[in-house]
């Protein structure tokens, strides 16, 4: 069985960089898409972007300019790199896996368990 | 961007009734479409995809329906632990990938 565990800084400043690492265990790690997903204090589910094993991303162009995703296949590791943050930025981040169609990344199955990032200064 | 629209914002059923949720998307979709179910504190967990598949170890009481634009998720009979906010999200168009805002499930 399949399950992400995530972790990174839960605090920062505005204008700093957040930084979030996802390790896959159980399963394969090619043939996915590996996403990152965020979810604002009581709002809505927003996709940041995905990445497959061998580098290829894709991004929400609401966030492109700020936001590099990263696969490192020896862990089974996947990270997000998000600079520049504001308080907007204030979500909780989810790692999850993302199965692949023609059409490319679809659902999303399992989830890591979520972890909140505050920006305050 | 496909937007994702989901009705209503909040829907109040009593156990054991039939809870009828709907999601409509700004342009065909054909049937790229998932539904989650996300309880307080918790990641969402997925229950449809394919718009009508459902995903492994979910209950036959959810059922999932629709094509192109128009789409619902039914739960035949509430169970306690069914009240939480769904979400559907779409994958025909990517990037990006999008989601509705979600529909509270409550207890009356």
Partial sequence: ?121 | EIVMTQSPATLSVSPGERATLSCRASQSVNTNLAWYQQKPGQAPRLLISGASTRASGIPVRFSGSGSVTEFTLTISSLQSEDFAVYYCQQYHSWPPITFGQGTRLEMK
Avoid: M
């Avoid at chain 1, 043939?31 to 604002?40: F, H, K, L, M």
């Fill in chain 1, 1 to 121: 069985q399949v399950q992400l565990q995530q972790w990174g800084a839960g605090l920062l400043k505005p204008s700093g960089t957040l930084s979030l690492t996802c390790a896959v265990y159980g399963g394969s790690f090619s043939g996915y898409r590996w996403t990152w997903i965020r979810q604002a204090p009581g709002k809505g589910l927003e996709w940041i972007g995905d990445i497959n094993n061998i580098g290829d991303g894709y991004y929400n162009p609401s966030l492109k300019s700020r936001v590099t995703i990263s696969v490192d296949t020896s862990k089974n590791q996947f990270s997000l790199k998000l600079n520049s943050v504001t308080a907007a930025d204030t979500a909780v981040y989810f790692c999850a896996r993302g199965h692949i169609t023609i059409f490319g990344v679809a659902d999303f199955d399992p989830w890591g368990q979520g972890t909140l990032v505050t920006v305050s200064s």
